[in-house]
């Protein structure tokens, strides 16, 4: 795959997006080795989301979430399901954002930077296999636009 995410990101917001959710459809499609495909989606999600400071994945391994491909500071192995916003995430299998994580009971501080998280579960049919977890330091900095894209929704 050959991608300029520098060139993607000069384009206006809702392209971006639309953008993104072409070339993961197109990753699923054409790789199938999933840690090959994680790494390129949060490659693409960091480059194409803008005032991100982290982007990655966390995966079930039938007792708890391990640290998957991401890009940002190093983050915690292990959370366990119900723990933080990404276990809250997987247990309750919605969608969570937090405008402020540090007002949030039993955040888990892997980048001291973050102000604000969202993150997404990954269900197969109705069984949550991980999540996708994208923080940025900016309070208040995801919207329903962002939710509707890490759900891989289209917004119409």
Not at 40 to 53: P, Q
Not at 96 to 105: A, G, K, Q, R
Request: hydrophobic share 40%.
């Amino acid at each position: 795959m050959s991608v300029s995410l520098h060139e993607l990101k000069k384009l206006p917001r809702s392209e971006r997006y639309e953008t993104l959710l072409l070339l993961v459809e197109s990753q699923l499609k054409t790789e199938k080795d999933r840690t090959a495909t994680l790494a390129n989606l949060s490659a693409m999600m960091m480059g194409l989301v803008n005032r991100l400071n982290w982007a990655g994945f966390y995966l079930f391994n039938g007792e708890e979430l391990v640290l998957g491909p991401f890009q940002g500071e190093p983050a915690c192995h292990r959370i366990l399901p119900g723990e933080g916003v990404c276990g809250k995430a997987f247990i309750e299998k919605t969608s969570i954002l937090v405008d402020d994580v540090l007002t949030f009971p039993g955040h888990i501080a892997c980048d001291s930077a973050s102000r604000s998280e969202l993150v997404c579960p990954i269900l197969v049919e109705t069984e949550a296999i991980g999540v996708i977890d994208w923080d940025s330091p900016e309070e208040a900095r995801f919207t329903r636009e962002e939710i509707d894209l890490i759900e891989g929704k289209d917004g119409d």
